[in-house]
């Protein structure tokens, strides 16, 4: 057992602050490693205020993971000590049951979330906001070279919840749609088109939309303008929506083609009305929740080989809260990463 310093909460409206937490020292199959970086994912932020239900608080949010390995139990041969590597949302699960064998670890029912989750060791779990971890090496992944510690740490969320979705449904010359250009979506956008899909931006304004051209968006559309829905119905053959706030869901719903299909990777807190009519013909809404260890794995190969790169903006610890409101405002271009050298002792 170690004690490292971190950031994080202590109720679902204090300031993120410094706090001191415990790692385990690794066991046969665990990974404990050094935090560089770690981004800063909107569920981290409907967590920490308990939009999601109560969180246990202190709470050390994160799951956005980069850093170096440091110490490795006796029967690891994923990594080895010093290799570069990351973490996502998760840290364990029973690896038995058919979601497991499938490589779909997320749904898991015994699967350990990487922060305010129970451990396998009895512990709630904290995440990255710290600096050091120690994680099962099943749930650790390798940073190809190509690709920086820091733009690697959004790519284990971001990436990932982006990547699955879009890599089940896309195939080349597809007509694809990324609602909500934040962190999510602007990853998505790149995803999109090095898949060989013409990719539109449906933002809530113009403000972004040098950056959607940039990312390898064609088209881009303003929901505030009038008559954006009018012109986009019939259009898509996918729509990712990334939004984190309620929406109106019929108008892209009816921006699909007869056979669309709509992912929905966005979690806003409270609910939304959906009129299902907008689903005839015969048109799908998925959901979609992060992906499986091997598609993590498969997710950073393929950002290392097409170039696909978060946009971060890094900051100091004692940032942390006022990152979060900019997030809320949609100010942050595209994501904040968290230098993890800045945590220490106050
Ligand atoms: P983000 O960076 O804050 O991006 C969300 C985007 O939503 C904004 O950039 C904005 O794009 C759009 N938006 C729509 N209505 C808004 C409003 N009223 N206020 C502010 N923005 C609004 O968040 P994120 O980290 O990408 O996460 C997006 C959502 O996905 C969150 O709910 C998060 O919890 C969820 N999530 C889900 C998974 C999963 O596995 N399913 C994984 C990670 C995150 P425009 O300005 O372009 O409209
Ligand atoms: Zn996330």
């Known amino acids: 057992m170690s004690t490292v310093h971190a950031y994080g909460f202590v109720s679902s409206t204090s300031p993120c602050r410094p706090l001191e937490i415990e790692r385990r020292a690794p066991g046969p199959y665990d990974v404990l490693f050094n935090i560089a970086y770690c981004g800063i994912c909107h569920s981290d932020i409907h967590t920490a205020r308990s939009e999601w239900g109560p969180a246990r608080y202190p709470l050390v949010v994160g799951h956005?993971?980069?850093?170096?390995?440091r110490e490795i139990g006796s029967k690891v041969t994923k990594v080895k000590v010093g290799d570069r590597v990351g973490v996502g949302c998760m840290v364990d699960s029973c690896g038995q049951c058919d979601y497991c064998r499938q490589g779909m670890e997320q749904f898991c029912s015994k699967g350990v979330w990487t922060?305010?989750?129970?451990?396998?060791?009895?512990?709630?779990?904290?995440?990255?906001?710290?600096?050091?971890i120690t994680v099962q090496e099943h749930f650790v992944f390798q940073i190809p070279e190509a690709i920086s510690l820091e733009d690697a740490a959004p790519l284990l969320c971001a990436g990932i919840t982006t990547y699955s979705p879009l890599k089940?449904?896309?195939?080349?010359?597809?007509?694809?749609?990324v609602v909500g250009l934040g962190g999510l979506g602007h990853i998505g956008v790149q995803i999109a088109a090095a898949m060989g899909a013409e990719v539109s931006v449906i933002s809530h304004t113009r403000s972004k939309e040098a950056d959607g051209i940039a990312f390898g968006a064609q088209h881009y559309y303003a929901t505030t303008e009038e008559g954006t829905f009018s012109?986009?119905?019939g259009q898509f053959d996918v729509i990712l929506t990334t939004v984190s706030?309620?929406?109106?869901?019929?108008?892209?719903?009816?921006s699909l083609n007869k056979t669309g299909v709509i992912?929905?990777?966005?979690?806003?807190?409270?609910?939304?009305?959906?009129?299902?009519r907008a689903l005839t013909p015969r048109r799908t809404l998925q959901g979609s929740l992060i992906g499986g260890a091997a598609e993590t794995q498969d997710m950073l190969q393929f950002c290392a080989e097409h170039g696909v790169r978060?946009?971060?903006?890094?900051i100091s610890a004692d940032q942390i809260t006022a990152a979060y409101d900019s997030v809320i405002g949609s100010k942050v271009r595209y994501r904040y990463v968290?230098?993890?050298?800045t945590i220490h002792d106050r």
């Open 64 to 69: 956005e993971i980069t850093g170096i390995v």
């Open 338 to 341: 968290i230098d993890a050298q």
């Open 115 to 132: 922060y305010g989750s129970m451990g396998y060791d009895g512990k709630v779990t904290q995440g990255g906001y710290s600096q050091a």
């Open 168 to 177: 089940r449904w896309v195939s080349p010359g597809m007509k694809v749609a």
């Open 310 to 314: 978060p946009r971060i903006e890094m």
């Open 245 to 254: 706030s309620t929406d109106d869901y019929t108008d892209y719903i009816n």
């Open 263 to 276: 992912v929905n990777v966005g979690m806003p807190a409270a609910p939304l009305e959906i009129y299902m």
């Open 231 to 233: 012109k986009l119905a």
